[in-house]
Nanobody, 115 residues
C-alpha cells in the first residue's frame, strides 16, 4: 500500500507563490506516476498536472506557464510550484499516485488566493 501526504498550502495574495509537496510512504516502488488535482467549492475535482510514462508533464491550460510539477518516483515525492497565483486557483489541492493500476489520493491541502 501507498499513503500520500501533502503539505505547503496556505493563504497567499494574488500574484504570490506557493509550493505544495507530496510525500509517499509504503511500497513507493509500485508508483507508476504522480498527478495533481484541485477542487474548488461547489465544483468537480479538476486535473492540474500529470507526469506521463515518458517523463513529460501535462498541465491544465489555465496553469500552463505558472505552475511547475516535479516528481521523483524513486524517492516517492512530488511537488507543485505555483507562481502568479490568481483567485481562481483557490481550491483544495490533491496529490495522486498511480499504484498497480489504481489511484491513491492524499488528504488534500487548502490553497487560498485572496487580497
Amino acid at each position: 500500500q501507498v499513503h500520500l501526504v501533502e503539505s505547503g498550502g496556505g493563504l497567499v495574495q494574488p500574484g504570490g507563490s506557493l509550493r505544495l509537496s507530496c510525500t509517499a510512504t509504503g511500497d513507493t516502488s509500485a508508483i507508476a506516476n504522480f498527478g495533481w488535482y484541485r477542487q474548488a467549492p461547489g465544483k468537480m475535482r479538476q486535473f492540474v498536472a500529470l507526469t506521463l510514462n515518458d517523463g513529460r508533464t501535462n498541465y491544465y491550460t489555465s496553469v500552463m506557464g505558472r505552475f511547475t510539477m516535479d516528481s521523483d518516483r524513486a524517492k516517492g515525492t512530488s511537488s507543485l510550484q505555483m507562481n502568479n497565483l490568481k483567485s481562481d486557483d483557490t481550491a483544495i489541492y490533491y496529490c495522486d499516485a498511480g499504484v498497480n493500476g489504481k489511484v491513491t489520493w492524499g488528504q488534500g491541502s487548502q490553497v487560498t488566493v485572496s487580497a
